[in-house]
C-alpha cells in the first residue's frame, strides 16, 4: 500500500501533466506550424449552422435498375433469335414485361430471361435478384423484395458516402452526416457557411457521360429516332442537341477535376483526369470519331459539345462554357465527389443562429461550473482531507477529459456538455465507495494503514463493476444512437476511462504519500 514505484509515480503524474498540455488548446490560440494543435469541435446547437434532411428519390433507383434490365433483356433476345417482340417497362410493378410476336416462342424468351438471373449473397442467405414467369400477357421479368431492399440500402450508403465527399471538398469542418429510416439522410453543418451552395451542391446528381452527338438527326423533331435521345443545351434555354444513347466514356472513369482558367481566353474552364480504363476508351473513341462532335452531358443537360480535332491520348480534357469562378468550382467538387445513385430531395430544412448557439454555450457552463462547485463542497464537507483529495482527482479527471475529446476531435453539443457534467457527479462515486470503507474499517478498530488498505481493496471490485456495466450500456447508445445521442455518449464513456484512473491511482497515490509524509495516528475520516 506505501509502496509506489518511481517509474509508477512518474507515469501517474505524466499522464495528469499530459492531460492538462493536452486540453490548453481548447482555450488557447493556434500557434501555427509543425505543433499539433487538436481542439474540441462545437455542434449544430452550440456553434450554429444548418441542418438538412433530405430524402433519397428511390423511384429513380428503381427505374435506372430497370432501363438497364431493359438493354440486357432485349441482348438476350436477340442471341435467342426470339422476334420480333414486344418489350414494355411496368415500373410502378418493378417488372419488365416481354410479348413475343410468335406465342411458341414465349418459352423461348423464358429461358433466354433466365440467364439474366443472378445469386445475391452466399449459403443460407443466397438468394435471386430476379424473377422470371410466365402470364398471359408475356414472360414477366421482376426484381424481387429481397433484391429491392439491397438496392435501396446500396443507394443510401452510396448516397452518404458522396454527400460526405462533397461537402469535404467545400471546406465545412466536422460535418454530421446519419441516416434517418429507410431513405433519409440528416446533414448537420455547423458554422456559418452558406446553406443554399451546400444544398445546391447535395441537390445535383452529377451524373456527367460523353457521347457522341448524331448529326443527322433533326434536333428540333417532336420524336426522337431510335437509339437517339434529345437534350436540352445548359447555356442555350430552348435548344436542344440530338445525342446518341449509347455512353461512350463515364464520368465515373474520372479521377480529378479542378477549375482553372483558358489562359488564351481567361474564361473559366474544368480540367479533368481519367483513370486508365477512361483515358483508353476516350482514346479510342477520338481516334474513331475525328471531325465528329462529342457532347459532355451532364444530368441529362448538354454542359458542351466540340468538334474532335485529333484523338485525344493523355486522359486529360477540358470543359468550357459560360462558366464563373463559383460555378466551375462547383463543377470540379461534384465530378471529383462522384455522382449520385439518386437524385436527394430537400424535406425539412432548419438554421441555428450563432447567437442561439452562444447563449447554449453559456447556460452550459455556468450549469458544469455550478455542478462542479456543488460536488467539491459536498466531498470537502462530508470527508474532510480524502475529499479534497478527491476533488483534486476530479479537476484533473475533468482536465483529461478534454484532452482525451480534443485528440479525438470530437463534436460537443448540449448532449455532450451533460454528459460531462454528470460525469462529474459520477467521478466522486468511487471516493465515495473508497471513503466510506475506510471509515468503517476505522470504526471496527483496524489501523489507519490497515484501514486505508482494506478500504481500497474491498471498494475496487464494486467500483469495477458498477463502472464496467456503464461502459457497456454507453457503447451499446454509440453503436445503435445517432447524432447528439452518440455524443453523449462518447462523453460519457471518456469520462468512465479517466475517472477509473483518477479515482484508483491518482487519490491513492495522494493518499498514500500523504500517509507516508504524516504518518498520522488517526485518520481524518
Not at 443537360?301 to 474532335?308: D, E, M
Not at 460537443?412 to 460525469?423: D, E, K, Q, S
Amino acid at each position: 500500500m506505501l509502496y509506489f514505484s518511481r517509474l509508477r509515480i512518474a507515469l501517474i503524474l505524466g499522464i495528469c501533466a499530459l492531460g492538462v498540455l493536452l486540453s490548453l488548446p481548447n482555450l488557447l490560440p493556434a500557434p501555427g506550424g509543425w505543433l499539433p494543435w487538436r481542439t474540441i469541435h462545437l455542434g449544430l446547437d452550440l456553434r450554429g449552422g444548418s441542418y438538412l434532411l433530405m430524402e433519397v428519390d428511390m423511384h429513380a433507383v428503381i427505374k435506372e435498375r430497370l432501363d438497364g434490365l431493359a438493354d440486357q433483356a432485349r441482348r438476350s433476345l436477340e442471341r435467342a433469335r426470339v422476334r420480333p417482340y414486344q418489350l414494355a417497362i411496368d415500373a410502378p410493378h418493378d417488372r419488365i414485361v416481354v410479348k413475343p410476336g410468335d406465342p411458341a416462342q414465349t418459352e423461348a424468351a423464358a429461358t433466354a430471361l433466365r440467364e439474366l438471373v443472378s445469386t445475391e449473397g452466399t449459403g443460407v442467405t443466397s438468394r435471386p435478384d430476379l424473377e422470371v414467369s410466365t402470364a398471359p400477357e408475356g414472360v414477366i421479368l421482376a426484381l424481387s423484395p429481397p433484391a429491392l431492399i439491397d438496392r435501396a440500402n446500396q443507394a443510401v450508403q452510396q448516397s452518404i458516402e458522396i454527400v460526405r465527399r462533397r461537402i469535404g471538398e467545400t471546406g465545412v469542418v466536422d460535418p454530421i452526416i446519419t441516416r434517418q429510416g429507410q431513405d433519409r439522410i440528416v446533414v448537420q453543418l455547423p458554422g456559418g457557411e452558406d446553406p443554399n451552395r451546400i444544398k445546391q451542391l447535395l441537390g445535383k446528381t452529377a451524373r456527367m457521360t460523353f457521347q457522341l452527338v448524331d448529326e443527322n438527326a433533326n434536333p428540333n423533331a417532336t420524336v426522337a429516332p431510335p437509339g437517339v435521345v434529345l437534350l436540352p443545351m445548359s447555356d442555350q434555354p430552348g435548344q436542344k442537341i440530338a445525342v446518341r444513347k449509347r455512353v461512350d466514356v463515364d464520368g465515373g472513369n474520372l479521377t480529378d477535376a479542378r477549375a482553372g482558367q483558358n489562359p488564351q481566353t481567361g474564361e473559366w474552364v474544368v480540367n479533368f483526369t481519367f483513370d486508365s480504363l477512361g483515358t483508353r476508351r476516350f482514346a479510342d473513341v477520338s481516334r474513331a470519331n475525328v471531325g465528329h462532335r462529342f457532347a459532355i452531358v451532364l444530368d441529362n443537360k448538354v454542359i458542351s459539345a466540340p468538334v474532335i480535332r485529333e484523338a485525344i491520348t493523355g486522359g486529360r480534357g477540358q470543359i468550357s462554357g459560360n462558366f464563373t469562378a463559383a460555378s466551375a468550382t462547383d463543377l470540379a467538387v461534384l465530378l471529383r465527389a462522384g455522382a449520385l445513385p439518386a437524385p436527394l430531395t430537400v424535406v425539412e430544412e432548419r438554421s441555428v443562429g450563432p447567437e442561439l448557439g452562444a447563449d447554449a454555450i453559456r447556460a452550459g457552463a455556468i450549469s458544469l461550473f455550478v455542478g462542479f462547485v456543488f460536488v467539491i463542497v459536498f466531498m470537502g464537507t462530508f470527508y474532510g482531507l480524502f475529499g479534497w483529495f478527491a476533488n483534486i482527482a476530479l479537476v484533473f479527471n475533468l482536465f483529461l477529459m478534454l484532452a482525451i475529446l480534443s485528440l479525438l476531435q470530437a463534436t460537443l453539443t448540449l448532449p455532450g456538455m451533460a454528459g460531462i457534467l454528470l460525469t462529474l457527479g459520477m467521478a466522486v462515486d468511487a471516493n465515495i465507495l473508497i471513503n466510506e470503507r475506510i471509515r468503517e474499517e476505522v470504526k471496527a478498530g483496524r489501523t489507519p494503514l490497515n484501514a486505508m488498505e482494506a478500504g481500497f481493496k474491498r471498494a475496487y471490485s464494486t467500483i469495477i463493476d458498477s463502472n464496467a456495466t456503464a461502459f457497456l450500456a454507453h457503447v451499446m447508445l454509440f453503436i445503435f444512437g445517432s447524432g447528439p445521442v452518440r455524443g453523449f455518449a462518447v462523453t460519457i464513456t471518456v469520462g468512465i476511462v479517466t475517472t477509473l484512473f483518477t479515482a484508483t491511482m491518482f487519490v491513492r497515490l495522494m493518499m498514500v504519500r500523504w500517509y507516508a509524509i504524516t504518518r498520522p495516528r488517526a485518520l481524518p475520516v
